[in-house]
């Protein structure tokens, strides 16, 4: 069984209160929820996580590698300024898509670029919720190619 790991950063559990007009209605539960039913359905064996601090993530990233077949990340304000957390997903063994719920560049300048992105094989932003069962299946999928 196909094991993937999805975490989430800063203030992504304030979904639903945190700028509605620009990640949606549907708060953090919602999410989870709709990632749960997706990797239900199809399977798929999950762990999430929601962490704020950089240490944290960084840390579940790391004891993921090896356990886990993929990852889902969504690093959050993260993905501009963290070199810890693309070298923690650089150092993964396993595919990597990195997850935006707004499309990032419809927003500020500085949202438009992700340092992150290296460490990742496919990004995904503007797709709402939707981009997190994109995320999962294309991992399926590299691994599926890759056996």
Same mark, same amino acid.
């Given at each position: 069984m196909t094991r993937i790991t999805v975490l989430n950063g800063p203030s992504l559990n304030m979904l639903g209160v945190r700028e509605p007009e620009v990640y949606g209605p549907d708060d953090y539960a919602s999410l989870c929820e709709t990632i749960t039913s997706f990797c239900k359905k199809n399977g /798929?064996? !999950? #762990? /999430? %996580?929601?962490? $704020? !601090?950089?240490? #944290? /993530?960084? *840390? @579940? /990233?790391?004891d993921a590698s090896g356990?886990? $077949?993929g990852l889902v990340i969504n690093p959050g304000g993260y993905s501009h300024t963290s070199v810890a957390? !693309? $070298? @923690?997903?650089?150092? %993964? *063994?396993?595919p990597v898509v990195e997850v935006h719920i707004s499309q990032i560049h419809n927003r500020e300048d500085f949202r438009a670029r992700l340092l992150t992105a290296r460490g990742a094989d496919v990004v995904i932003s503007g797709a709402g919720f939707a981009g997190y069962t994109s995320a999962i299946h294309i991992i399926t999928d590299i691994l599926r190619r890759k056996d």
């Open positions: /798929i064996q !999950l #762990e /999430i %996580f929601q962490f $704020d !601090l950089q240490g #944290e /993530i960084v *840390r @579940a /990233i790391n356990i886990s $077949d957390v !693309l $070298d @923690a997903m650089t150092a %993964f *063994r396993g």
